[in-house]
């Protein structure tokens, strides 16, 4: 059964400090694609990024960089330097079937960042 | 460019009433789908369309519920004869289903209430 495991509820750090949200999951699919999302309280999920099980290269994006590791079946996300507005949810998802769009959801980081 | 927008954002019903929610997905976006989350967890699937087309719909799906895309533009979700139990944000997303990948966007959601 395909599964993502979010295994942090809640994380609370100090501004600037760095924070890494885990993510491990399971598939029998040979080609995946994994997904994360920020959900701040106005509940809309904005799509952060999208990556194929083909590409183990770590990607930054400013503050953001993500470590995709096959051999551990994880997918962590870390902020540099959090601010304030980086408080949200935050889910990793995994793509069931190949590229369909349906997506297995983790149950979700909550990160307070406090001034 | 518009993203996904859905309406209405929030509906308070009386239990054994219907109720219809409608997406209209970006424009040139050829996938449609419908995801519903609850308090303190993931979204789940629900449903998706390719064009008019209903490909999938999950076991979630219960008998209440159905879902058209018509014209293959905007989406509505019904709900017959609501239970408590189906209180819960209903996500709208939407995707281009292109070569180069199927990246999902999300809409702000439909908060349902049943009392």
């Known amino acids: 059964a395909q599964k993502v495991t979010q295994a942090q509820t809640e994380i609370s750090v100090v501004e600037k400090e760095d924070v890494t949200l885990d993510c491990v999951y399971e598939?029998?699919?040979?080609?995946?694609?994994l997904f994360w999302y920020k959900q701040p309280p106005s509940g809309e999920l904005v799509f952060l990024i999208r990556r194929n099980s083909f590409d183990e290269q770590n990607e930054i994006s400013g503050r953001y960089s993500w470590n995709f590791q096959k051999s551990t079946s994880s997918f962590n996300f870390t902020i540099t330097a959090s601010q304030v507005v980086d408080s949200a949810v935050y889910f990793c998802?995994?793509?069931?079937?190949?590229?369909?769009?349906?997506?297995?959801f983790g149950q979700g980081t909550t990160l307070q960042v406090k001034p | 460019d518009t993203g996904v927008s859905q309406n209405p954002r929030h509906k308070i019903t009386k239990r054994g009433q219907n109720v219809t929610f409608r997406c209209d997905p970006i424009?040139?976006?050829?996938?449609l789908y419908w995801y519903r989350q609850t308090l303190g967890q993931g979204p789940e699937f629900l449903t998706y369309?390719?064009?008019?087309?209903?490909?999938?719909k999950s076991r979630l799906l219960s008998d209440r519920f159905s879902a058209e895309r018509p014209k293959g533009s905007f989406s509505t979700l019904e709900i017959q004869r609501t239970e408590q139990g189906d209180s819960a944000m209903y996500l709208c997303a939407s995707s281009l289903d292109r070569l180069s990948g199927n990246t999902i966007y999300f809409g702000e959601g439909s908060w349902l209430t049943v009392v």
């Open positions: 598939t029998r699919d040979t080609t995946y694609y």
């Open positions: 369309f390719q064009n008019e087309a209903q490909l999938e």
């Open positions: 998802a995994l793509s069931e079937g190949g590229d369909t769009g349906k997506l297995i």
């Open positions: 424009s040139e976006h050829n996938r």
